[in-house]
């Protein structure tokens, strides 16, 4: 409990609104009250005269977050209570108010609602603690937590990846650099997922890799349960100078970290509902798909800088000449200057992969191209086997439209760390 903020606006009489804060100050106590706009039952003078007409001192001005941002600092707060309403304070303007408030550490209240801030978990590591995490799912953030591994690792930082997802394993596991199919089969033979990030980080970005699950996902990007702690801990006794924590879905690993990187997928996702706490966390947001406008709107909320970036699916290694190509991916990109016998995107539709798959086998494909993602150990690989096709992997490399992006990335990856957050 403690002080709150209180979030006011003009549509509501101040004789109404005062009675409120008093039932407020009361109970909670008040630590400040931010007025968020509206002009109906509020007059020009009432503002300039805020304790006679609401009984405290009222912060406004427009944006309403510079006004929360400066009351927040104050530290005596420690939760936001939204008693504006519509249309002044609509559904995505409380969900930007309530991202901020908890990128700065309170809860966010309003009748009928109560959302915390996650917790970041401390750990014992004394080099760089890099986060990759995204708006939501299949934003290319494997993608690009690889990238910036190999990166680092180029550069003489030794790095480690952990990762979280939905079908990662019970016990934090190890996956070392260069696992290869092989290895993935074997994996699947047991039962367990093959595809997990993690291993898809070990075998194509030349880097080990710790893998954990999470099962859940609050609206701010909290698990309800997972082990990534304990994973992060296993991967900082492998001994190496960096970590990069990777995200699942729209979920933000439970650690403190030095930077973040915030993958940016669809304008819905990342500008309504909690889409903007996911911004504020970032140092540099990177816009898949190169929208101008989206990029726009996003540098308006993100503090760090913004990039718009692209995927090029690539093959791991050089194809036989000649080979007839089928492509099994999670999209309908291909790699570029392919011509492919078979191209499915199926490849987490495992009812259409099937059909896909069948055409493969009739078409004489000798190759099959598939991203590790979804079923392509267990389901694209083993078909493979059954028809003496050989499995490659594709790569997605991103690649940025408007500024280098692999310095960027080696320059959040060697600044000194600020305060972890």
Not at 84 to 109: F, N, Q, V
């Amino acid at each position: 409990m403690g002080p709150v903020i209180a979030l006011i606006d003009g549509e509501h009489h101040p004789s109404a609104v005062r009675a409120a804060l008093g039932r407020v100050q009361s109970e909670r106590g008040l630590a400040g009250v931010v007025f968020c706009g509206g002009e109906e039952k509020v007059g020009p003078g009432v503002l300039a005269a805020a304790p006679e007409h609401y009984g405290h001192e009222v912060a406004s001005g427009a944006p309403p977050e510079e006004a929360l941002r400066r009351l927040i600092g104050g530290g005596e707060a420690r939760a936001v209570l939204d008693l504006a309403d519509e249309p002044i304070l609509a559904p995505e303007g409380k969900m930007r108010l309530a991202s901020l408030t908890l990128h700065l550490g309170l809860a966010y209240e309003a009748p009928g609602v109560s959302l915390t801030p996650p917790r970041f978990e401390p750990l014992e590591f004394a080099g760089a603690k890099l986060a990759v995490i995204g708006t939501g799912k299949r934003t290319g953030k494997t993608a690009v937590a690889g990238h910036w591994a190999t990166l680092l690792d180029a550069s003489g930082v030794e790095t480690v990846i952990v990762s979280m997802g939905r079908g990662g394993p019970a016990e934090p596991q190890v996956a070392p650099a260069g696992t290869g199919l092989e290895d993935l089969v074997a994996i699947a033979a047991e039962g367990r997922h093959a595809a997990s990030d993690y291993l898809e980080d070990a075998a194509l970005a030349g880097v080990a890799a710790v893998g954990s699950r999470r099962v859940g996902g609050g609206l701010a990007g909290e698990p309800y349960i997972s082990n990534f702690q304990e994973a992060a801990a296993v991967a900082a006794g492998l001994g190496p100078a960096a970590l990069i924590f990777e995200g699942s879905g729209s979920c933000v690993p439970p650690v403190e970290t030095d930077r973040t990187v915030c993958i940016v997928g669809e304008r819905s996702t990342a500008l309504s509902h909690l889409g903007p706490y996911r911004l504020l966390r970032a140092d540099l947001a990177l816009v898949m798909g190169g929208d101008e406008e989206l990029a726009r709107e996003v540098a308006a909320i993100c503090p760090g800088r913004v990039a718009r970036v692209v995927l090029r699916p690539e093959p791991a290694e050089p194809l036989p000449a000649g080979a007839r190509v089928a492509v099994f991916s999670t999209s309908a990109v291909s790699p570029a200057g392919l011509d492919a016998v078979v191209s499915s995107p199926n490849l987490a539709r495992r009812s259409l992969l099937a059909a896909d798959l069948d055409r493969a086998e009739a078409e004489r494909c000798d190759v099959y191209l598939t991203e590790l993602k979804a079923a392509a150990i267990d389901t694209v690989a083993v078909r493979a086997r059954e028809t003496g096709a050989r499995v490659v992997f594709v790569r997605n490399r991103p690649v940025a439209l408007d500024e280098d992006l692999d310095a960027a990335l080696l320059n959040l990856g060697s600044i000194p760390p600020g305060p972890a957050r």
